[in-house]
């Protein structure tokens, strides 16, 4: 069944309510995306970029991991103005978000950037083609897109085979990784040792807990980069 393409209300009130288990809400290093946000990190430092442009910055979870870490310049937007608004309130940096529209070309004027972070945001954009397009030719992306299927996903991804073959003519990719979703929102050591507590009698769940399972049966993240093709 086709999926209704869902609105900025509606994103409105999933920031609202702090998503699932309040993941939006956490802190970077206790999210289960913390892991997603690393890696990304990760890619950014290696190309030792300068100023990154986020799209689809979310509450701020990884805007703040890399205010945090490193003095790369930073700018993010969002659809939803809840969003914003959280970002802006986690990193008291009211000049660094601002709400705008991935798919609109307009949103891009005046932004400086030399790289682009893309990440849990293309997944859930009928025109992810469209916005891409929108990126500076010759700009350093890096973006991920899940393996698993959501409520408010367009579309999941099998393997990397496919994600080359949606986006591998806009973007010249360098690299995929994969990156395993934690099963918990929340991956703080109280919150782990808990769950493994709770756990402990039923083995599957518990080394799920423990992160030993495969990619496809945790599910988990394509993360790849390169440069936006002409």
Known sequence: MEKAVQSKETYDKIFSGGGFEGAYELAYWHSSYYPLFKRVLREVLRRDVKSVLEVGCGTGGFAHLLMT??????????????????????????????????????????????????????????????VIANWKTGVFCVCS????????????????????????????????????????????????????????????QFLAILGMGSFDSLGGWFVFCGTKRG
């Open 145 to 204: 897109v899940p393996n698993f299927d959501s409520e408010t996903h367009v579309r999941f991804f099998h393997s990397a085979e496919e994600v080359c073959t949606r986006y591998g003519k806009m973007i010249d990719i360098e690299s995929i990784v994969r990156i395993k979703k934690p099963v918990l929102s929340d991956i703080s050591i109280s919150n782990v040792l808990r769950a493994l507590r709770w756990n402990r009698c039923r083995r599957r």
């Open 69 to 130: 870490k490193t003095a790369v310049e930073y700018r993010g937007f969002d659809f939803s103005r809840v969003a914003v608004e959280k970002a802006v309130a986690r990193t008291k940096r009211q000049d660094a978000f601002f709400e705008g529209d991935a798919t609109s070309r307009s949103t891009y004027d005046g932004q400086h950037y030399d790289c682009i972070a893309c990440t849990e945001v293309l997944e859930h954009i009928e025109q992810d083609l469209g």
